[in-house]
């Protein structure tokens, strides 16, 4: 194998400065270690996770980050010190993210990208979702009887991986607002391969609760032991397939993954399942990340902005913030039974759009401008009832070239997300993913490959009708995905957040706003609010094991129906505060997972 510390501008010594911080990290785990396998058993793919301690808000003066795992934080950190921007950070952690959070995102996924540029007061858009390969065919996801296959059976294999997008968006971003050379955001990454981190207790119960990882060579032989064992936290995991992976694509670029040996690689890798697979070499060579139009609106005195499609994430949260807009959300008590009833009436709203009108907008004429008016979400926001629960909603009438159907799939929350602002005011809200757990435990050159084709309708039509979410060559699917910026009157940084969970994410980021916003709490407060979900499916999800299943009597009685679940967000919120004359930050990691914020 070859020399990888001579990676250009790979810094050795710099990297090793580390360790003090990585040993630290490895005692919390083993400390925390049997707590942790006490958690109850999972329902969501990503699986529960236990509520961390109370945590307090991190404050800093210069700049900030926040993302889902500690060495991924520190990670960034260290660029920012280095004279990096948000975007350097930005890649910096979700090289580390591929490496010590893979169940949830890396570069063998997606991803979506909100950029604010302080100096032009401009929010700018990236897109980096995989694409459909150009042998997809709408009908791939059904049997012989033409019914769609289980999840599980379409998920699995390399037939459900898309084309990567997530290196060709970081470096579209990195050409427009990157400091340090690309090749520098790798070493934190590199390090840790080669020398090895310790499996963190929610990687550790992931391999546990996903023993189908063990029916792929590459994923049985990293995650487990010779005996077939789930290697316990705490475990030192080395992988220098992808320390060689990293310098490969530090050395020559996102073109080194596109295009050669490691696009080959990944090829070879999806045939080589025996599930079909159709993606091959020349469908990573022709991937194109996009830079997109950000989709903003007001909400009270602010500017919300948010990715729009193919993420229904922007437009569906920006819906629901307008809904509420018209309500006093500041007189009600936060997380009370009539707070929760307007937040869901309003989602609900949301969804009904999001699932019949939202989709690539390279394949489907999408009205993001209608469904963003905010002359028709006021007659939207008339629906509601302050009152009483208005049963399942109907989406509103928007014209569009074409009749489509409806596609109320949901894709699966194996996500992670990362906020930073850098010293120069600079924001990046990044939201990244390879859709369930694990992908589709397809392994390549020591990382994973998504299974976002499973984000497509796995049913193409609804009787004559065809889905507007169908799979199509070279399309990307409908996505979740919500990374937010938030701006003042005068156009300045507000807030950065998002957080995975499935088409959950929504309702979270919305909760979250409004938390942030309307009822004045501080980043970690807003982040740790027990969740309450609405998704137009006809029931009101409520957090398990938090305050919030008092109130399932007081919503019953409201007419909603009531279930209670594990919500496993991943919300991560940085906050400016501009008082006297001075800036502040304050961070927030949201306490469901085991991520941090640290600043400067």
């Known amino acids: 194998m070859p020399d990888i510390r001579r990676a250009r501008g790979f810094d050795l010594a710099r990297a090793l400065g580390h360790g003090a911080r990585l040993f630290a990290f490895s005692l919390i785990i083993a400390?925390?270690?049997?707590?942790?396998a006490q958690a109850p058993a999972p329902?969501?793919?990503e699986g529960a996770s236990t509520i961390a301690g109370p945590r307090v808000a991190v404050t800093a003066?210069?700049?900030?980050?926040?993302?889902?795992?500690?060495?991924a934080a520190d990670a960034g950190r260290q660029i920012l010190r280095q004279g990096g921007s948000a975007v350097d950070a930005a890649i910096a952690m979700q090289m580390v993210l591929t490496l010590v959070e893979p169940q949830s995102s890396g570069i063998g996924g997606g991803g979506f990208l909100l950029h604010y540029g302080a100096e032009r007061k401009r929010v700018d858009a990236y897109d980096g979702r995989e694409t459909a390969p150009a042998k997809a065919t709408a009908d791939m996801f059904l049997d012989a009887e033409g019914k769609p296959l289980a999840f599980n059976e379409a998920a699995l294999g390399g037939h459900a991986v898309g084309v990567p997008g997530v290196l060709r968006m970081l470096e579209l971003a990195h050409d427009e607002h990157g400091r340090l050379p690309w090749a520098r955001l790798f070493e934190p990454?590199?390090?840790?391969?080669?020398?090895?981190?310790?499996i963190s207790p929610r990687l550790a119960k992931q391999i546990a609760d996903t023993p189908q990882l063990k029916e792929f060579a590459a994923t049985r032989a990293y995650f487990f032991d010779a005996e077939g064992n789930p290697k316990p936290a705490g475990t030192r995991l080395a992988n220098p397939d992808l320390a060689e992976t990293f310098r490969v694509i530090a050395n020559g670029g996102a073109q080194a993954f596109y295009n050669g040996g490691l696009a080959r690689a990944v090829a070879k890798a999806v045939r080589e399942t025996g599930k079909g697979g159709v993606l091959t070499a020349d469908d990573l060579k022709t991937y194109r990340a996009l830079k997109r139009e950000a989709v903003c609106g007001p909400y009270r005195q602010l500017k919300i902005c948010g990715m729009g499609p193919p993420s229904s994430g922007g437009v569906t949260v920006l819906q629901a913030m307008t809904i509420l807009?018209?309500?006093?959300?500041r007189g009600l008590q936060p997380n009370s039974?009539?707070?929760?009833?307007?937040?869901?009436?309003?989602?609900?709203?949301?969804?009904a759009d999001r699932n019949r009108y939202l989709a690539d907008p390279e394949f489907e004429q999408i009205p993001v401008e209608r469904l963003t008016d905010r002359k028709y979400l006021a007659g939207r926001a008339k629906l509601v009832n302050a009152e009483r629960a208005s049963g399942r909603a109907e989406p509103g009438r928007v014209a569009t070239?074409?009749?489509?159907?409806?596609?109320?799939?949901s894709e699966l929350p194996a996500t992670s997300h990362l906020s930073v602002v850098d010293v120069a005011g600079n924001a990046v809200a990044f939201t990244t993913s390879v859709e369930r757990a694990f992908g589709s435990y397809v392994m390549a050159r020591g990382f994973l490959l998504n299974n976002q084709m499973t984000d497509f309708a796995l049913r193409p039509r609804d009787g004559d009708v065809p889905n507007i979410n169908r799979v199509e060559p070279g399309k990307r699917p409908?996505?979740?995905?919500?990374?937010?910026?938030?701006?003042?009157?005068?156009?300045?940084?507000?807030a950065a957040l998002g957080s995975p969970g499935g088409p959950r994410i929504i309702p979270y980021v919305v909760q979250t706003l409004v938390a942030s916003i309307d009822w004045n709490m501080d980043a970690q407060r807003a982040v740790a609010l027990p969740h309450a979900v609405s998704m137009n499916n006809g029931t009101i999800e409520l957090e398990r094991d938090t305050s919030l299943v008092n109130l399932a009597a007081d919503l019953k009685a409201l007419g909603h129906e009531v279930t209670l679940n594990h919500q496993t967000s991943g919300l991560s919120l940085i906050q400016v505060v501009r008082r006297q004359g001075q800036t502040r930050l304050i961070g927030g990691a949201d306490p469901r997972r085991e991520g941090e914020a640290l600043g400067d």
Do not use: C
């Open 31 to 36: 400390a925390g270690a049997s707590a942790y």
């Open 43 to 45: 329902r969501a793919p």
């Open 61 to 71: 003066d210069r700049q900030m980050v926040v993302a889902a795992n500690p060495l």
């Open 189 to 198: 990454a590199m390090r840790l391969a080669l020398d090895g981190f310790p």
């Open 325 to 329: 807009e018209r309500f006093d959300l």
């Open 337 to 351: 039974a009539p707070a929760i009833h307007l937040i869901a009436e309003a989602t609900k709203l949301a969804f």
């Open 401 to 409: 070239r074409a009749s489509r159907a409806a596609d109320t799939l």
């Open 478 to 494: 409908r996505s979740s995905m919500a990374p937010t910026i938030v701006l003042d009157r005068e156009s300045r940084l507000v």
